[in-house]
């Protein structure tokens, strides 16, 4: 029997309301006792994000609006755009993403915290596989990193329609492309783990609240 508390995780795209419904989460389990540490990973971590900003003073890059109203610098990724770029890229995140895991999930586990972690290894594979394509699912980093996401651990798949996200974005989204990458591989992770998935479109936030502690045994 694992000693390390649960790992509650809450998924999907911008603007599903994972940032609120992990609040209200972590503020009703304190409320009863529970120690928590609220906690955010997605991808470009540490080496990855230091490699990236690199490459782009020296000019490899491309000038995108980013989910913004405001185009911003971002790596061209015809640096990568090669077998063994790649397969570097891929090596780089992952362990960039080793690391952050070890900070910010595991260490607070260690120490008797319950961790509510948003985005966490779903949005990481939605990002690699957009980025370097969908076969480096079947390449060690990833294979790691999906058995990693399952071990005591609970999934919340929280969703909504393309007009609410718009709206609640204030138009600042990603490409349509990049939304339906990031939808199929989230509803692939969510049936494989057997996801909770709430649709925040036609859901309350206190409703969706009740649902998700309904769903969580010791928080009802």
């Given amino acids: 029997m694992s000693i390390l508390k649960p790992l509650i995780v809450l998924f999907g795209p911008d603007g599903c309301g994972k940032s609120t419904n992990a609040k209200i989460l ?72 080793i690391l952050i895991i070890i900070l910010k999930v595991q260490i607070p586990r260690i120490l008797g915290k319950v961790v509510v972690v948003e985005r966490y290894i779903p949005s990481s594979i939605v990002d690699l596989t957009y980025m370097l394509g969908e076969s480096v699912l079947y390449t060690f980093p990833l294979k790691l990193l999906l058995k990693m996401a399952g071990k005591n651990s609970i999934f919340v798949f929280l969703c909504c329609d393309w007009n609410t996200h718009k709206k609640r974005r204030h138009g600042m989204v990603e490409s349509r492309r990049y939304m339906e990458h990031q939808e199929r591989m989230y509803l692939t992770f969510a049936r494989h783990y057997s996801s909770l998935k709430i649709d925040t479109s036609t859901t309350s936030i206190p409703k969706t609240h009740a649902i998700i502690r309904k769903n969580i045994p010791w928080t009802q």
């Fill in 26 to 97: 972590a503020s009703y389990l304190e409320e009863n006792g529970i120690k928590v540490h609220v906690s955010w990973i997605s991808s470009h971590h540490l080496l990855a994000y230091l490699v990236r900003r690199v490459f782009i003073a020296l000019g490899a890059y491309v000038w995108e609006k980013d989910g913004t109203l405001v185009p911003t610098k971002n790596l061209s990724w015809g640096v990568v755009n090669t077998k063994i770029g790649k397969k570097i890229w891929l090596y780089i995140e992952f362990l960039s993403l």
